[in-house]
């Protein structure tokens, strides 16, 4: 449920109720007994409030200010003054909320560093110009000593500032049925309470016997901030400061701490919001980023694996339709003796066929769900053979010559299918460079070499008459969504060295004035043809 689906008879007098609250646990260290304080984290309140019901939000947030200094200060300017100050709050503040919310709407404000930075430039401004117009008003009613103007406003617009800059993130986060189901999710767990003990352990530490301003340690207060912020991200970045300032408020106010550096405290609270922050997206953004990759790395191997799929279950069932015709033939003579025998063949072949189309898919399907290999022993000239052979046409009609060198008898343990997808996605990206040459120079090359040491292994070369891979092209070429092609999603040879990784071997190109990749595989050892290995990848 979110705040805004509930009644407003309902939300409005918590949302003062909670504004009082604050308001009275962070009236710390005031000046000349208004609302002047190191911290003020009530407005992040209204302004979460003001995103989720716009102007509607005026009227309760102009109760809670005037009845904030009645109950909490005792009204130190007066009944009439106290109204038309409120009043200036309530529209300064809002004026904040109204920018926030046609620059937001409801959306995440913490979804990325530039709304980020956004949310902060906004916050700054609005506190400013707030102050400015709210100082002034209490010093023409002189309830500022002459002279302390800029103090005090330096005082309450940093305090302001970093009130909303700690405090408004986990509000936000609380005011949704989806931001608090993410909240609990990311931090409902032992590492939390872990940085969570360190968070307290450190405010001991530093401000433990805080009744001077010597506190020196400050910095360890980063400890846990990082913490949180590179596990977690801004979800938990926003539990941890919050925390930290409570702890701070508390700990100042317990103490009756007075000859305390103010603006010091003021910049350290800012400074920690800023960086955990910073950090925290910058992970979140990472993660997204890994996750996006992700997916697009499975459907990449979800469009390759296809077209090995489209291959494997050409033959299966072409023989299944071939054997069947036979059989509609034989059923139809029908006159027993040596043909009942032939149908009795033919229906077996059928059904071996059917159970090697069947292995072919449960194959497919346990690679996308595990990345479960089937190891055999591969006869490398017929996987060589295999592949060209399902390119005769492109290569036909592109007027391109395929020179594959002689194989000597060598096998490799590897997953046929994958292996096949590897060297079949070489040829193509081959196909594709050498178009770009006139006709009679178009030309692809397969050898392959055996390379001892290790046990030995089999390297093949796919050779092309394209342009071939510059330097600064091979330093990149098997990052994610780089391509040398204009339709190409660039995935293609991360998927294909991921596949020649699991296998123990590898993929790479060589700089030259002409296409040179190479992938290497171990060797099958003697002994191991005819065996099947599973292998989780």
Known sequence: MTAASLPRYLVFPIFIGLYLLFDWATYIDPLYGLNITPWNPDPALGLVCWLVYGWRAALPWWIALVLSEIVVRGMPAGLELTLLLSLWLTFGYGMIGVVLKRSFGTSGVFDSRNRLFRWVLILVVGALLNDVVYM???????????????????????????????????????????????????????????????????????????????????YFLFLPVLWAASRQGVYGTALMVFVLQLGIGALVKWNNSVNIAVPELQMLDAMLALVGFSIGIVVDEVRQVSNDLKQ????????????????????????????????????????????????????????????????????????????????????????????????????????????VADMPELAVLADRLQIELVLRNLLANALDAVQERPAGARR??????????????????????????????????????????????????????????????????????????????????????????????
Request: overall charge neutral; hydrophobic content about 45%; charged content about 20%.
């Open 296 to 403: 697009s790395l499975r459907l990449a191997a979800a469009g390759e694996m296809a077209a090995a799929l489209a291959h494997e279950l050409n033959q299966p069932l072409t023989a299944l339709g071939a054997y069947g015709k036979a059989c509609e033939f034989l059923v139809e003579r029908g006159d027993g003796g040596p043909d009942s025998e032939l149908l009795k063949t033919t229906i077996q072949r059928m059904i071996a066929e059917s159970g090697r189309a069947a292995e072919v898919v449960r194959r497919l399907r346990d690679f996308f769900r595990t990345g479960a290999m089937k190891l055999e022993a591969v006869d490398a000239a017929r996987l060589v053979s295999n592949v060209s052979q399902q390119f005769f046409v492109p290569l036909r009609e592109h007027g391109v010559v395929l020179d």
């Open 136 to 218: 002034s008003l209490l010093s023409l009613a002189g309830l500022i000593p002459p002279g302390e103007w800029v103090a005090v406003v330096l005082r309450f617009g940093i305090g302001d500032m970093v009130g909303m800059l700690v405090s408004m993130p986990l509000v936000w986060m609380l005011s949704s049925a989806q931001g608090r189901q993410r909240l609990r999710a990311t931090v409902w767990n032992v590492e939390t309470l872990g940085y969570l003990t360190l968070a307290i352990c450190v405010l001991i530490l530093v401000f433990g016997s805080i009744v001077t301003s010597e506190f020196k340690h400050f």
């Open 444 to 537: 692809i090359t397969v050898s392959q070499q055996r390379l001892d040491g290790k046990g030995g292994c089999l390297q093949l070369t796919v050779e092309d008459s394209g342009k071939g891979v510059s330097e600064e092209l091979a330093a990149r070429l098997f990052e994610p969504f780089v391509s040398s092609k204009a339709s190409g999603m660039g995935l293609g040879l991360v998927l294909s060295r991921a596949i020649m990784e699991a296998h123990g071997g590898s993929l790479w190109a060589e700089v030259g004035d002409h296409g040179i990749f190479k992938m290497a595989l171990p060797l099958a050892r003697r002994g191991v043809e005819g065996q099947e290995n599973y292998v989780a990848a």
